[in-house]
């Protein structure tokens, strides 16, 4: 299936862990995002990669760090997990230019 | 700040009626599109309309965008049961690329 995919979907954590979340897309894309969506539905952009590079990096904490290894993957590294850190997060991808994104099926992030 | 507010922030129809959903922004935008996000699923992207355009339809879609106002309309038509679901604008508001989202509108259609 041609789609943005995500892995974990769930993941329950201590806090003061560290956790990395994982992005692919084989949709050929050249840009990738992260976003953010709290307990309201409310849902930020944090960081935003075109061919490998960072373009946008919101106001987040240097805990996380976004790594993009090629086109196709877009990581997002959590250090010393928080409470506030749990919400959903969102990858999508478009090609640039083309403004309607593709999002994946989101990451559910529980902080004990 | 850039932030689309989408209005109303619940809706409740029957079946066959028509959904209407506003999103209000302040600042200028190049388009502005709406996407439908299922419970614990991600956006789906539904419409897109650029600054320079006044109404597109999709199926039973329609969009309306007035500038002047900075408001733009997603009305469902004949909704049906699996029309259920938090509808979000995202404004695009040039070259950094990324969209700006609000809280959205969480619409239930009963059958």
């Known amino acids: 299936d041609t789609a943005v995919s995500q892995t974990p979907k769930y993941l329950v954590t201590q806090m003061g862990n560290d956790k990395s979340i994982k992005c692919e897309q084989n949709l050929g894309h050249d840009t990738m995002y992260w976003y953010k969506q709290d307990s309201k539905k409310f849902l930020k952009i944090m960081f935003s990669y075109n061919n490998k590079e960072l373009i946008i990096n919101e106001t987040v904490p240097n805990r996380f760090s976004p790594k993009s290894p ?26 640039q230019g083309i403004n309607e994104q593709f999002f994946g099926p989101g990451t559910r992030l529980t902080v004990l | 700040s850039q932030q689309g507010e989408e209005d109303p922030q619940a809706l409740s129809i029957q079946e066959g009626e028509n959904a209407t ?6 600042t200028s935008i190049n388009n502005l599109q709406w996407y439908r996000q299922n419970s614990g699923r991600g956006l789906v992207h539904l419409i897109l309309i650029r600054s320079n355009e006044r109404e597109k339809h999709s199926g039973r879609l329609r969009v309306t965008l007035d500038t002047s106002k900075k ?17 979000f604008c ?22």
């Not at chain 2, 959903?21 to 302040?26: A, D, E, P």
């Open chain 1, 70 to 95: 090629d086109k196709a993957h877009l990581n997002l590294h959590i250090n010393s997990l928080e409470l506030g850190d749990s919400a959903v997060y969102f990858c999508a991808s478009n090609l």
């Open chain 2, 21 to 26: 959903m506003n999103c209000s922004y302040k």
């Open chain 2, 71 to 87: 408001s733009s309309s997603l009305l469902i038509t004949a909704s049906r049961a699996a029309d259920t679901a938090s509808y």
């Open chain 2, 90 to 111: 995202g404004l695009y508001g040039g070259s950094q690329g990324n969209l700006i989202f609000g809280k959205g509108t969480k619409l239930s259609v009963k059958p």
